[in-house]
Nanobody
């Protein structure tokens, strides 16, 4: 089993940057592919980005491509989401999770989830 704890969310203005962190504990973190999702008020939880266990492969939703970067530090058991040029439509609660396969984009393909960290982007 894996425990995931997100942090780094907050209130920012459009155009600003934030870096989210997801700290993992439990089973060997370095063996896990990882992903980020987000859920805006009244909307379905949606895929944001994913990274392979080695960090050598990444994928992104079209809506964040070129603005967000997923990375990981296996020595620190942590995965990150660098978010640049934030827009009001990026406002959501952001979750990290462990996928059952690399580059998974569907919510039902992920098993362990963190509690989420809220991000609010004002215009």
């Amino acid at each position: 089993q894996v425990q995931l704890v997100e942090s780094g969310g907050g209130l920012v203005q459009a155009g600003d940057s934030l870096k989210l962190s997801c700290a993992a504990s439990g089973r060997t973190f370095s063996k896990y592919n990882m992903g980020w999702f987000r859920q805006a008020p009244g909307k379905e939880r949606e895929f944001v980005a994913a990274i392979t266990w080695s960090g050598g492969g990444t994928s992104y939703a079209d809506s964040v491509k070129g603005r967000f970067t997923i990375s990981r530090d296996n020595a620190k058991n942590t995965v990150y989401l660098q978010m640049n040029n934030l827009k009001p439509e990026d406002t959501a609660v952001y979750y990290c999770a462990t996928p059952k396969r690399p580059y998974a984009t569907r919510r039902d393909e992920y098993d362990y989830w963190g509690q989420g960290t809220p991000v609010t982007v004002s215009s």
